[in-house]
């Protein structure tokens, strides 16, 4: 998979692209712009940072059963999202599926291209489900993931939900299209 471009709903462009190691410093700089209401819509929780360990862990990937992309400003490099999904060992056909699109490109449709690519990657490896954790507030995650096929969500914890999407068997493109 190559970099693909992808204009936003405020004209801005964003390019979005494997994600590679060389991405730790840039990563960490944009995780520490991110809203503490961010933080913790993506990860249940507000750290402040992330450990160098954790930063390799996010940009050293296989690209097989551990996929990340990110999308950076077109014009000036940064990052303004990342999605990537972690095949499940037991059952390759389901992965995992997490996104975070960065504050200052929220709102903008970045998000839903993010998720475009992710499905056509995890495809390309086999994946015909979804699942992720969300806050059972999170609408934004409910309707990107509900936009893909269908849909069941099961309680996970307090506040949180498990949705899980089996991916419809059409175009990716189409797909998203529709749920827009």
Same mark, same amino acid.
């Given at each position: 998979m190559g970099i693909s471009r992808?204009?936003?709903?405020?004209?801005?462009?964003? *390019?979005i692209r494997p994600i590679a190691p060389e991405d730790k410093e840039s990563l960490g700089v944009s995780f520490g712009q991110l809203s503490s209401g961010s933080r913790?819509?993506?990860?249940?929780?507000?750290?402040a940072g992330?450990?160098?360990?954790?930063?390799?862990?996010? *940009?050293e990937v296989d690209h097989h059963d551990h996929g990340a992309l990110v999308a950076q400003r077109a014009a000036t490099g940064e990052i303004l999202g990342v999605a990537r999904f972690v095949r499940s060992a037991g059952n390759p056909a389901l992965a995992e599926v997490e996104?975070?699109?960065?504050?200052?490109a929220q709102r903008r449709g970045l998000g839903r291209a993010l998720m475009h690519r992710l499905v056509e990657r995890a495809r390309q490896e086999g994946t015909t489900a979804l699942t992720?954790?969300?806050l059972a507030h999170n609408q934004p995650m409910f309707a990107l993931l509900r936009g893909l096929g269908t849909t069941t969500t099961t309680r996970a914890g307090i506040g949180t939900v498990r949705l899980t999407v089996r991916l419809s068997i059409g175009d990716p493109v189409e797909d998203l299209a529709l749920a827009a």
């Open positions: 992808h204009r936003l709903k405020d004209g801005s462009e964003a *390019t913790s819509r993506r990860f249940h929780s507000a750290p992330l450990s160098d360990r954790e930063l390799g862990y996010l *940009t996104i975070a699109v960065f504050d200052s992720g954790i969300a």
